[in-house]
C-alpha cells in the first residue's frame, strides 16, 4: 500500500526461508542482488541491488535460504549487529525489513537497522506468549540501538466470530496499553491467492482485504510520523 500511495519501498528479505523472495518466484538470484552478497561485500547498497517488482515504486532485496548465523559468524564478533546497517544507504522513502521473532544475528541485524517495529499477532494464548518474548528482545535489542520503537501490533488472520478472539484482544489492549492497534487482518483466502499468483490483494480486487491493508498502512503512517 505504502508504494501505492507513492511511496519508494524496499522490502529486505531477512528471513532464513526467503518467504518474500519466494512469493516472487525468483528462481535464480545474480549475484549483485542477493542479500547475502551484498552483506559480504560489505559495500553501499544501490537501487541496483534490488529487484523491482509487478508493482510500481516496489522493490525487493531477496535471498536464496542463506540469511542464517552461519552468515554473520565471519564476521569479527564486535562488528556483527551492525553488517546490515553498515550497507544500508537511504535509496527508498521506507525500508522494510521482514524476519522472523528470534534474536539471532539476522534478526539483531534487523534491530539495529530499523527504527520502528510492527508485529502481526494472532488473537490466541500462543500469540499473547510470543509478543513477550517479542518485547524482550526488542529491550535486548535496544543495547545496540537505543531509538528502537514498537510503532505496533496488529491482528493476523482474525476471526472475530469466536469469544477467544475478542477476549484475547481485550487481554491484549489490557496487557500492552497504546500498542494494539485498531486495525487487523481477517481471516482470507485472497492473500494466499495473491502469493500463489505472484500479486497483490490489491490487483486481486479483494475489497476486504485491500480495505484492511489500507486501513492498517494509515495507522502505521499515523504512529510513525
Known amino acids: ?60 532485496m531477496a535471498n536464496q535460504n542463506s540469511i542464517n548465523s552461519a552468515l554473520f559468524s565471519s564476521f569479527d564478533f564486535a562488528d556483527i549487529p551492525y553488517i546490515f546497517k553498515n550497507i544500508l544507504t537511504p535509496i527508498f522513502d521506507f525500508a522494510v525489513i521482514d ?30 506468549d510470543s509478543l513477550e518474548q517479542l518485547i524482550k528482545n526488542v529491550e535486548a535489542a535496544k543495547r545496540y540501538n537505543s531509538k528502537l520503537v514498537l ?21 491484549l489492549e489490557k496487557n500492552l496499553a497504546g500498542l494494539v492497534m485498531n486495525s487487523y487482518i481477517s481471516m ?14 490489491f490487483k486481486l480486487g479483494d475489497r476486504k482485504g485491500v480495505e484492511q491493508i489500507t486501513n492498517l498502512t494509515k495507522e502505521l503512517l499515523s504512529r510513525i510520523k
Open 1 to 60: 500500500k505504502l508504494a501505492e500511495m507513492g511511496y519508494t519501498v524496499g522490502v529486505f528479505d531477512f528471513d532464513g526461508q526467503a518467504h518474500q523472495s519466494r512469493c516472487y518466484k525468483l528462481k535464480e538470484l545474480k549475484q549483485t542482488k542477493d542479500l547475502k552478497n551484498c552483506l559480504i561485500d560489505q559495500k553501499p547498497l544501490v537501487l541496483d541491488n534490488c529487484y523491482s517488482t509487478n508493482s510500481e515504486n516496489l522493490y525487493l
Open 99 to 128: 524476519c522472523p521473532p528470534s534474536l539471532d544475528a539476522p534478526a539483531i541485524n534487523a534491530l539495529v537497522a530499523t527504527d520502528y517495529i510492527l508485529s502481526p499477532v494472532e488473537y490466541s494464548s500462543f500469540g499473547m
Open 188 to 201: 482470507n483466502s485472497a492473500f494466499a491467492n495473491a502469493q500463489a499468483m505472484n500479486t497483490d490483494v
Open 151 to 171: 510503532a505496533g501490533v496488529y491482528g493476523s488472520k482474525v476471526d472475530m466470530r469466536y469469544n477467544l478472539t475478542n477476549m484475547s484482544k481485550v487481554a
